[in-house]
């Protein structure tokens, strides 16, 4: 394991880079948590050791706010974890070892894959977004972050839930964004995997989702939740057995 900092516009993203045994060349896949999350999470790790297993290195970055990387919780948006990504993947781009670039995320990182994958369709031989939470505009637009609720036209200075606070800047952003427009621009394979007993984000959306991008699978993991708290080890076997193939 190697761990640095990307920067990012003045912003330190912190990252680990892991290479599968006697890894000399070969793919690489960019893995990103969610929204409170960070790159120590099981599912993240779950994740990373899978595709090690099947031959493919992994870059986890921490996104603006989120564990070891520059920036307040409160004051990340998306186009902050936009840029963020950006930056990651122009570094991905640089590593010599690199045949082919993947992108993988959970829940707000999942939503980030599918942002970033329709921005950079050309840079990745496939996407993999995790329990997607890709409503988060949506919701946002109808006055709704994750259960905190407010005027969405008359957005508050802030947003406040028990375990987190977010600045108005965050549902603005959120807002302005129209996912279909990224589905529509990625048109190589998508790998949706979700939990049917997500309660967090609904698995509805990624039946939904299947149906829209041109080229996706929807693997579900039945009677799971949002982290794949119950069944880690089949979200795993779903990412090594998709790499293997
Ligand atoms: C929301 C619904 C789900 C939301 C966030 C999530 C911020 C989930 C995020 C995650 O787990 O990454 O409305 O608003």
Not at 25 to 51: N, S, V, Y
Not at 190 to 200: Q, R, W, Y
Not at 209 to 215: E, G
Request: net charge negative.
């Amino acid at each position: 394991m190697e761990e640095f900092y990307i920067d990012s516009d003045g912003t330190k993203l912190h990252a680990k880079l892991d290479r599968p045994e006697g890894f000399e060349r070969g793919p690489l896949c960019i893995l990103i948590h969610g929204f409170t999350g960070h790159m120590e999470e099981d599912h993240i790790i779950a994740a990373q050791k899978a595709m090690n297993d099947a031959g493919v290195a992994v870059l986890r970055a921490e996104m603006y706010g989120h564990g070891g990387s520059d920036g307040r919780f409160s004051d990340h948006t998306l186009y902050k974890w936009v840029t963020n990504a950006l930056a990651v993947v122009r570094y991905a781009k640089t590593l010599p070892f690199v045949t082919e670039l993947y992108l993988s995320g959970h829940s707000q990182g999942g939503l980030l894959t599918m942002l970033v994958g329709g921005m950079c369709a050309d840079d990745f031989a496939a996407i993999l977004p995790l329990s997607p939470a890709w409503m988060i505009p949506e919701m946002a637009r109808e006055g709704n972050v994750l259960g905190a609720m407010y005027d969405p036209k008359h957005i508050p200075e802030k947003v406040v839930s028990d375990s987190w606070e977010l600045s108005g800047d965050y549902i603005r952003v959120a807002q302005t964004i129209h996912v279909e427009d990224e589905i529509a621009r990625f048109e190589k394979p998508v790998v949706i995997i979700h939990g049917d007993a997500d309660e967090t984000v609904p698995y509805s959306y990624a039946e939904k989702t299947v149906k829209l991008y041109k080229n996706a699978q929807l693997i579900p993991i039945h009677g799971d939740d949002h982290c794949f708290t119950k069944h880690l080890d089949q979200m795993a076997d779903a990412i090594r057995n998709y790499f293997r193939q």
